[in-house]
């Protein structure tokens, strides 16, 4: 592993160099937010060693204002980090002399990968883990949950913008509700709804594999607004890896979904 | 190298056997309040599974901040936990976080020329900077923040008679069942002994279990810790000069309520000697989780940082 900062300093990476033979593709990981970041940090490293040991360079970066980025997070904005994603791309590009990538993300990670998509004609691969598609939706949600924690330890009122420990910024805010399903149209990628391990993409178009839980709808109705054409849904048994989980084991790495992920992307590669 | 607000830097550091542990140094550009030669470095280390940035990113606030105060800090990872792989040696979780501790400080007495230091621990990573702080007499502070349970008469009377543990057992909650089945091993002396840190009235009763790496958190004492009270190992730091700061929440919870076992008991069975301080942060729960927490905790810490700077320390 190689941790190091990049874009003037402002953000922080770990690139995991392939071994063995290089694949086509590098893999770029991008975090969700907030409390889902601290929890996933475990899978994510799992899941990078297990690809860069199939060949496949790796980096997995802290957007503006999380983990060892500089910055706070109330600082920070949708836009801010579409900006950090392009230079997490030009830091992977740089490193991997590879002409195909694939972008990982989970929840928010994954809405951002979902945004820079069709923006960038080098992604073949998107691997979405449970993507926030209801900015509003999502925000209720970490409200509820923030409030039902605070009540065991705290009378006093509550800020409307803190959330589990994190503040994000009004931008943020408001970024976050106008998130909604229209957003995302435009990628052109292709759609089979087969299982693990069909075709992968077209044309240099990214080929899409959909990871849920169970309960989780895959969003095919996207794959429609999307134009899709090669679009494979994955439904993990394991409990997601971002929820707190209680018990004696806190391993919070789903090691069957991780393996079914990396399998999938080496077996659609060109 | 990174640039940060208030003339810090940041800098990515690999030290350790081969570089396998890997950190963040954060230090002033230019010198701060703390002098042009700054008393001590400052270690911060993991709380419980948590990467080096800290619960809620605490971590990297208290880090920023003190450097920004002119304390060269290091924030990192022990082997197996965050961006730093698993140990090679197989031996004791424990013994093995004391030694990374004390290359820790190495690595910021090389790189900034620092012969004292001061540990920074948050749950486990208080227990960590207790063991290390009695491995190491370079370490001239170290502050413990919801580290540290005091078994005594009143607390265990309370923990009996909480609601909601009853109510988890009779749901059949699963964790509760475990620790309950655990426990009454423990009295029947047929399982592997308890590790928490025992003080207050009767001896302590700690044994070693099993250790274990990667994905479990189980607590495991150094060897020069294990079999005695937690009082017993502050007073040998105090007797060597190395100020004490305990902070705990301010909650009614049952559990590490420092404040219930001191009305009780006449607390900590310390009485608040020489050279340590003990603070309980309102609207706090185990790991500061409101953001007016965290606040409070970083005041209370940069007050104690500030008295710390003031000593005359032997070197």
Redesign the interface.
Known sequence: MEPFFFDRGRLFGVYHPPEGKTQATAVLLCYPAGQEYMRVHRGYLNLATQLAREGFPVLRFDWFGTGDSAGELEEASLQRWRSDLRAAMGALRSRSACAHFCLLGCRLGGTLALLHAGQDAGISHLVLWEPVLDGAAYLDALGALHREQAAAYSAGPLAPDEFVGFRFGADFLDGLRALGRDRFGGLGVGMTGEGVGSSGGQGGRPAVLWVHGAGVEPAYDLGKVLKAEAFVALQSDEPAMWLKQSGVDKSLVPARTLRSVVQWLKENQE | ?????SGIK???V?FGDSGRL?G?FSHPKLPGSASASPSFGIVLMNAG?????G???LN?RLARHFAGLGYPVIRFDHSGL??S?AGLDGGAVAERRVSEVRLAMDALAEQFGLGQFVLLGICSGARVALGAALDDQRVVGMAGMEGFELRTGRYRWARLLSGEKWGRLLRG???TL?KLRGALKRQVGTGAASVKVSGGPEPASVASSKDQD????REVLPASMAGRPVRALLNTLLNRQCQVLLAY?A???TRFNFRLQREGDRILALGQPKGMQVAFIP???H?????SSQARLIQVLTDWMAHLSSLPFST
Do not use: C, Q
């Not at chain 2, 599974?49 to 940035?53: A, E, P, T």
């Not at chain 2, 790991?287 to 953001?291: E, R």
């Open positions: 190298m990174a640039k940060r607000k940041e800098s990515v690999l890997t963040i599974l948590l990467h080096r940035i619960p809620h990113r990297v965050g961006d792989p909650d699963v964790h475990r990667g994905g479990r958190d929440r909650g009614n919870e609207e706090a729960d790991t500061f989780t409101l953001l």
